[in-house]
């Protein structure tokens, strides 16, 4: 990263820090009502969904292309934490992007709830009380997933209320789905489904974030049969079996991975290799997060893989390189009845920088240019095949 983008992204931190404080006096003291559905094509279902037989028949009409916008860890801590306050417009004025799109997707990197207490020997734990839902689903966000090495910072006492919290966000107006968690492993592997003008759309979450020093190395918090936790993947049979069900009765698949090794640019083998299996198994769509650095995005065969969504709404900036985020909108051209696969036909990234206020805003100029040159460089070191450049958002 160069100093005049680093000193560009800080640039954007001073002006957001400014404007907030110049707004700070003219906020009404009731929040508005949040805004509706971010699609009026879309309407979701957090049941279970069929997990075998064919894939239902499909018109003869070419369904249209839909839009799938995907965007890194998400938290509520240090200056971040008092938006909650207001949760409908907690987030809304940094998502403007995500909530266009047909689905968006993020990580909740946090414990949810309450009660518990933080986990010795971890030397940062989370909580977020259960407006942190309200807040993602008011910014436009229509799934988060929780398959993460924060998401039991507190350890199980809390799941109760989170489980309680989950349900009540998942028949909210507007809802929000919460994947990769559950009282059992087949909640935790279960998949959200969104339906766009009769294309469905299924995303499921997990964590295999076990190179982390404060992570879970042995699988203690992984749901399990008969005991709740996350969607855990370091054996990822599982996982793979999830994503096959999904394909049998969804036009896409979404996969949503915590992995990788934090501050690595470069995906590892693990990554790679898995990435490999979970498109070969029927996922189109395969992106992660647990970095907090952005990795790169590209085609695999017949899916498309994005690596590293870095951080989004965070509190603290450790390097110059994590303050730099973006949105990433993916188009999709379901299968057509002679075709087995969706496709994504293009990747658009709009490059952000996040401010002394936690929240992104997006890049312009030359910091802008700049962006567009490093993912360029992330997707050689990834070994993906590129898009031809699509217009900016």
């Known amino acids: 990263m160069t100093r005049a983008f680093a000193l560009a992204v800080l640039g954007t931190s001073v002006a957001v820090l400014a404007s907030t404080l110049a707004c700070s006096a003219e906020r009404p003291s009731v929040d508005p009502a949040p805004p509706g559905p971010s699609s009026p094509r879309l309407s979701a279902s957090v049941s279970p969904p069929p997990t075998d037989g064919p894939r239902s028949p499909r018109s003869p ?24 306050d207001r949760p409908g417009m907690a987030l809304a004025p940094a998502t403007a992007t995500l909530a266009a ?41 229509d799934v988060a997933t929780m398959a993460n090495n924060h998401a039991l910072d507190y350890g199980r006492d809390p799941l109760s209320s989170t489980f309680e919290a989950i349900e ?19 909640q935790a592997f279960r998949p959200a489904r969104h339906d766009v003008d009769g ?29 709740p936790g996350t969607a855990d993947a370091l054996e990822p049979a599982r996982l ?37 299996d979970l498109v070969e198994a029927g996922g189109d769509i395969v992106v992660g997060s647990h970095t907090h650095l952005l990795q790169g995005d ?25 303050p730099v985020t973006g949105v990433l909108t993916l188009t999709v051209r379901p299968a057509r009845s002679s075709e087995g696969r969706a496709r994504v036909t293009n ?20 910091a802008a240019a700049e962006f567009d040159e490093e993912m360029t460089a992330l997707r050689a070191c990834a070994g993906l095949q590129p898009f031809a450049a699509g217009p900016r958002l």
């Open 347 to 366: 990747a658009v990234w709009e490059g952000a920088g996040i401010g002394a206020d936690g929240l992104p805003t997006p890049l312009a100029g030359p």
């Open 101 to 141: 799109a047909d689905v968006a997707i993020v990580n909740l990197e946090t414990s949810l709830g309450t009660g518990g207490r933080p986990e010795p020997g971890k030397r940062y734990t989370f909580q977020a009380p259960a407006t942190a839902l309200t807040a993602l689903a008011a910014a436009g966000i």
């Open 61 to 84: 009409r070419p369904p249209e292309p839909l839009t799938i916008a995907v965007a890194g860890d998400v938290h509520f801590e240090g200056v971040l934490q008092g938006r909650l």
């Open 240 to 276: 793979l079996r999830s994503v096959r069900e999904a394909a049998t009765s969804a036009d896409v698949v979404v996969v949503y991975m915590h992995w990788g090794v934090q501050g690595e640019r470069c995906p590892n083998d693990a990554q790679r290799s898995l990435a490999s």
């Open 298 to 322: 590209g085609r695999m065969g017949e899916g498309f893989v994005a690596y590293g969504l870095g951080n989004y709404a965070w509190y603290s900036q450790s390097s110059e390189a994590t």
């Open 168 to 186: 009540t966000a998942s028949v909210a107006d507007p809802p929000l789905a919460v994947v990769g968690i559950g009282r059992d492993a087949d």
């Open 199 to 227: 294309t469905v759309i299924a995303t499921i979450g997990a964590t295999v974030a076990d190179n982390d020093p404060t992570a879970d190395p042995t699988g203690q918090w992984a749901a399990t049969r008969d005991s």
